[in-house]
């Protein structure tokens, strides 16, 4: 039988750490700053990828449209002063965001929110964002490789800027689109319009098999206690499940669902 666990690639960067959670542990010396899981081109939607940071990674921002990307984090583990940076705290102008840029005033611009383990936030393509130092989160995308660098703090990498500023959308964030995760029970975190996505806490149940139907999703496991085909899909593993009924999740047992949404949907 074919395996349904996804292949995993480490990424080395530069703000990324050499120690980290125990499921991905090397001795190295490696900084690797991301963990994605390679979907097959068949179902390739969606990338779910873990992110780790020692160092506050660029302001940037991603297109709308076909090639666009929304995303979402839920924040595992932050540092005592971490922050995530979303959006403004008040308009601002196209202008006033290239000065800013330039000039690095851009981080005092933007709104920056102090995360702990179980934050959640969806960012919609053209939220202007950064992601802060000390933190661990699973980032759920579309999947298109297409960023565009604002501000990277002085470090010697290329800016987007004129991309950028024909994208971002100089407002505040949507407090709707941020929200706290309980630690257990089953919690509805995204409904499209690209993809849904679920935290469960043992069976899904008929509500969410009707939702998910007979689609493939995804399947994260933040506990271990998740099988897929009968195949045991481990914390800190991704798995490729032909639908949810192909899903086991034992009770007391936290998971992550990712699907896809239809068009039009």
């Not at 383990?117 to 490789?145: C, K, M, W």
């Not at 949507?174 to 975190?189: E, I, N, W, Y």
Request: proline share 9%.
């Amino acid at each position: 039988m074919t395996t349904c666990l996804l292949p995993t690639r480490r990424v080395e960067k530069p703000w990324g750490r050499e120690e980290l959670p125990e499921a991905f542990a090397t001795d190295d010396g490696a900084r690797v700053g991301e963990i994605w899981f390679e979907p097959p081109a068949a179902h390739s939607e969606l990338l779910a990828k873990y992110i780790f940071t020692s160092e506050n990674l660029s302001v940037q921002v991603h297109p709308p449209g076909a090639q666009g990307k929304d995303e979402c984090w839920l924040v595992l583990d932050a540092e005592p002063g971490a922050v995530l940076g979303i959006g403004f705290t008040s308009p601002v102008a196209a202008e006033a965001m290239r000065q800013g840029a330039l000039d690095g005033s851009i981080e005092q611009m933007m709104a920056w929110h102090p995360v702990s383990p179980g934050d959640f936030v969806y960012i919609p393509a053209g939220t202007v964002h950064a992601i802060g130092a000390g933190i661990s989160l699973v980032e759920v995308q579309q999947n298109r490789d297409c960023t565009y660098r604002f501000y990277d703090y002085g470090r010697p990498r290329e800016l987007h800027l004129d991309e950028a500023l024909e994208v971002a959308r100089g407002v505040p964030h949507d407090p709707a689109l941020r929200t706290r995760v309980p630690d257990r029970g089953h919690v509805s975190l995204v409904r499209g319009p690209f993809f849904r996505l679920d935290r469960v806490d043992g069976s899904p149940g008929a509500a969410l098999d009707a939702d998910y139907g007979t689609a493939a999703l995804l399947v994260l496991p933040m506990d271990e206690g998740v099988r897929v085909n009968g195949e045991p899909v481990g914390s800190g593993q991704c798995a490729l499940a032909t639908s949810l009924a192909a899903v086991e999740i034992a009770a007391g047992t936290r998971c992550l669902l990712a699907q896809p949404c239809p068009p039009g949907a």
